[in-house]
């Protein structure tokens, strides 16, 4: 019988609290247990603590979990929970992503101060992201606005936004859903003209693989239809190499025992793309999604990506 409370490790803005809370609500309900069962331990990120540069100049998305990952490892956490859209493909030795709650809606939110719209906002106006997939998108489908990197916490950008920094910023509807603000948005993006990174709208649950215990308590929250989508996401943006200096974009729907799959990549200012599409077993996820990222890094050709190392 589980004597401790199992110690649930997540960073500390509102939106990650919110996701490690839905997590534990999901666990008491599986198990029937109280909440205090279960402990979140709250870890400030380097990716938190510096806010004032793009990540592609600090180290990429593992700096929002390198020290959740260091506590993972040596036993002070049992879990911890993460965006999967924020977590590298290569995972520290022994560590593995063994559960995903069910997907949240995956689409992008424009959130307007001038326009309501993308495509209404005047010449020349000014968007913040923090993404270079966003970016490159908005470049790709409006070259004539001025894009700038907009980083900070969801209540920091939407802050920036109403002081008047930029005429408009985007963010993950799903991140907007769970904190309870989507009365911000002006327009949801649709997927076919501005696709999401991969892994967008998904918690992973990230834990030690040689943990029979923690994968056991796991197993009823896990979302498998959910978990087949990243694997082949995943597979795809680990083919290309992907960080957080590349625009890649990418979304596997699953269907019965079918999975359609969707990428893109993207030169930065959006004026070069490549397409890829693929469909198969839902069993295959991961060897689909490698085969397109291969596709794509073939249609692309190595300047491609040289272009901007």
């Given at each position: ?44 990120t380097k990716g938190d603590r510096i806010t004032d540069r793009p990540l592609s100049e600090i180290g990429g998305k593992g700096l929002f979990t390198e020290e959740l990952e260091e506590q993972l490892s040596d036993g002070r956490l049992d879990l911890a929970v993460h ?149 082949c996401e995943r597979a795809f943006l680990a083919a290309l190499d992907g960080s957080c200096r590349t625009p890649i974009a990418g979304l596997a729907r699953v269907s019965g025992d079918r999975i359609s799959f969707s990428g893109m990549i993207l030169t930065p200012d ?40």
């Open positions: 019988m589980q004597m401790k409370p199992y110690r649930i490790g997540t960073r500390g803005s509102p939106l990650a609290l919110a996701q490690a809370s839905e997590t534990r609500a999901r666990l008491m309900v599986a198990h029937d247990l109280p909440e205090e069962a279960f402990e979140i331990v709250v870890l400030s965006s999967t859209k924020d977590m590298p493909t290569a995972l520290p030795e022994g560590l593995g992503l063994v559960a995903f709650l069910e997907r949240e809606d995956v689409r992008d939110a424009f959130i307007g101060r001038t326009a309501q719209r993308l495509a209404d906002l005047p010449l020349n106006a000014v968007v913040g992201s923090s993404s270079l997939r966003r970016q490159a998108l908005i470049r790709r489908l409006r070259p004539d606005l001025s894009v700038i990197t907009f980083r900070g916490q969801v209540e920091t950008r939407l802050r920036k936004l109403e002081e008047g920094q930029v005429d408009a910023t985007l963010l993950a509807h799903a991140g907007l859903k769970r904190l309870g603000n989507t009365e911000v948005i002006t327009e949801l993006l649709d997927p076919e003209s501005f696709p999401p990174a991969p892994g967008q709208g998904a918690i992973c649950i990230e834990a030690r693989t040689d943990d029979a215990r923690v994968a056991g308590l796991l197993a009823p929250i896990n979302h498998a239809d959910t978990q087949s989508a990243l694997a959006g004026s070069v793309w490549h397409q890829v599409k693929a469909e198969g077993l839902a069993s295959d996820a991961a060897a689909l999604g490698r085969a397109a990222g291969d596709e794509a890094r073939a249609k692309a050709g190595p300047g491609f990506f040289e272009s901007w190392d």
